[in-house]
């Protein structure tokens, strides 16, 4: 490019480079994606996560060394925007007639967004007028006709489809057990009449697990969802689940999760059948379920401007407590909070020196990085992006302008956010409790110890259990939601006070240790639940989270190189037996 004679042939070539990295970045992504099945077949969960941080990272890295490569050999497009639309030109020639061509666009304004880093310089999060191939329905999934009551001759066909080199343990019981629980989970609605099962071709892989993904489709045109877990035994593959239900399967394939790994390709028909089942997710997170997290990133900012735009509301603070680190906004019609990171902490901030943004910020796009485990809220994460002034509450702009200006500045009618932090929008706890039945709270608060235990899971501890961080679903989970106290838990050193004779003078002498230093019987009082019936209820059911011996033997696990097993469905979707054969779902 340096030594092209003329701007015409530097862009091009510009052109030319970046659509062939994009090529060579999504062969490496479907087969690392590939690489999950075998992964499975040969029971190597250690393998998976390996290569699924492998794959989430896989992006970044190639579109940062890109734009360097670009920086250094094409300085001038860095400094003069309008050479993009001649490298944009050209590179749309190129992707126009793929079927991943709107990948490619992504791909491509991801590039010029980091040529751009550090600067106030917005860039579209769109992919402008696209051709958009069509896909039989035959190469995404596979329907077979029935009717009730299912025979296992339907559901060995069914049990078959995702094509695992692994062979049953036994086909025949596991398709009659499938085809029982169907059933007698169906039996009580007589209107229910069905038509045919619809799978999608392949499997649906993370960690340990493996899973079928369809639905049962009626003659009226009503849609079930129909989810079966896969278990790689000593003996063969066990069906081990079956989940029928929207929230079981919700939970399931939250963005609190990690991403699946699907090796059908069709990833735009893909999106669209799980929004038939998952109608209440967004159709831009459907793509993240399953890994496809730049394209879900222009799903969402569309879903966001075009609901701001349709419906004449304006951004304002979120309900809830303010928080000391981010600022949260959002408006009644979008399904999302919106975030920046203050320039300095209020009043309330308890960790001593602040970090600055940046930092906070890095935490936040590590807990996009990691497996979720069920207890973490995904972030997406937009940079250099433009919207219209008119969205927002005047008081808000005053105040995010005032108090976040490493994040946003006006640039006439628009709002220019150097970052932008989107989370699904969840119900804040301490809201949460005000006004929750006894039953329902006692239920909330029993999730949330398993979503601290998740949180070990992953490697990752929250120094502060305030439960204002923590947010519930309509489903009564809970999910952690604000990172700017998170810490590795490996970094973490777990001492105790309960072990000093009262009245014992002195400091302990942990108190002298560098570092971060948690006791776990400081857990409780953390929480700062003002109700005793749920404290006394939460210590019931999660002692162990009170004691050394539970944080020191998670830490082992970890250091050791072991995969903490996590579990993502209820029991009563297990399958005769299988609820006791392991402990963890994946």
Known sequence: ?????????????????????????YAEFRRLTRRAKTAFESRDPGAAVADARTRLGLYDATVYALAEELRVGYPALAEHEPLWLAVEEAYRARAGDRYDGDLAIAFLHSVMRRVYVG?????????????????????????????????????REVLQIGDLAVPYRDL??????VAQRLNESFASDPTLELERIEMIRDCFFRNRGAYLVGRLVCRDRRVKPLVIALRNGDEGLVARAVLVTIPHVHNLFSSTQAAFHVTNPHYHEIAEFLFTIMPRRPLGLQYS?????????????????????ESGQVLNTAPGSPGTVAMAFNAPCLPYVLKVIRDRPTGGYKWGSFPGPPAVLDKYKRVHEINRTGSMLDNTIFNNLKLERT?????????????????????GDAVIFKYLVVQRTLLPLNVYLQVAAPDKARRVISNLGYCIKNNAAANLFNRDFDIRNYGVTRYLKVYLYDFDAVEALTDMKVRTNTDRVEGEEGPPAWYFEEGFVFLPEEIEPGLRL????????????????????????????????????????PENCYLEGESLVEAADE
Not at 294 to 305: G, L, N, P, R
């Open 391 to 411: 969205w927002f509450d005047p008081r808000l702009l005053q105040e995010l302008v005032a108090a976040a200006g490493n994040a946003v500045r006006l640039q």
């Open 289 to 309: 379920t399953f890994g496809f997290h730049h394209f879900s990133k222009v799903a969402i900012m569309s879903e966001i401007t075009h609901l701001l735009a």
């Open 1 to 25: 490019m340096s030594a092209a004679p003329a701007d015409k042939e530097r862009s091009r070539l510009a052109a030319a480079l970046i659509f062939d990295s994009f090529v060579s970045f």
């Open 119 to 155: 600067e106030w310089r917005p860039v579209d999060y769109a992919f402008g007028k696209l051709p958009r191939l069509s896909v039989p329905r035959e190469a995404v999934f596979r329907a077979v006709d029935c009717r009730w009551p299912l025979e296992a001759g339907v559901l």
């Open 172 to 177: 025949d019981c596991d398709a009659a057990r």
């Open 530 to 569: 003002d109700d005793r019936e749920l404290r006394r209820a939460f210590r019931a059911e999660h002692g162990d989270l009170l004691t050394v011996r539970y944080w020191e033997d998670m830490q082992t696990a970890h250091r050791t190189g072991q995969v903490p097993g996590i579990r993502t469905y």
